[in-house]
């Protein structure tokens, strides 16, 4: 059974940094995932992308976090990272890392669509971030 862990999340005031990581087990067939993305969760508000990875490592970001944060992929493409600079009180939210099979699920903007996080089938249980003023 595949499983995505996240770790990472604190509390941290604004304009600090922070680094969260996915990692991903029960792969047992090997197939990977091609597709690789974080999302975030604040109270009240739907489920966002905030970055993706897709086909030959392009990457993708959302408006309010360019500039400021990074994803990337581990060597052996089973961890995922972002790490989060300049943080300010609006990035506070669960973050959660998604994964899809298909790397087109990570490409263009269609990520940051509304409603787009159904298209995962794979999801960590969250990790919290917190930025105070």
């Known amino acids: 059974q595949v499983q995505l862990t996240e770790s990472g999340g604190g509390s941290v005031e604004a304009g600090g940094s922070l680094k969260l990581s996915c990692v991903v087990s029960?792969?047992?067939?090997?197939?990977?995932?091609?597709?690789m993305a974080w999302f975030r969760q604040a109270p009240g508000k739907e489920r966002e992308a905030v970055a993706g990875?897709?086909?030959?490592?392009?990457?993708t970001y959302a408006d309010s976090v360019k500039g400021r944060f990074t994803i990337s992929r581990g060597s052996a493409r089973g961890t995922l990272y972002l790490q989060m600079n300049t943080l300010k009180p609006e990035d506070t939210a669960m973050y959660f890392c998604a994964a899809n099979r298909l790397g087109r699920f990570c490409d263009g903007a269609d990520l940051f669509r509304p409603g787009y996080w159904l298209e995962f089938g794979y999801w960590g249980q969250g990790t919290q971030v917190t930025v105070s003023s």
């Open positions: 990875v897709g086909d030959r490592e392009a990457t």
């Open positions: 029960g792969d047992i067939h090997g197939e990977g995932f091609n597709c």
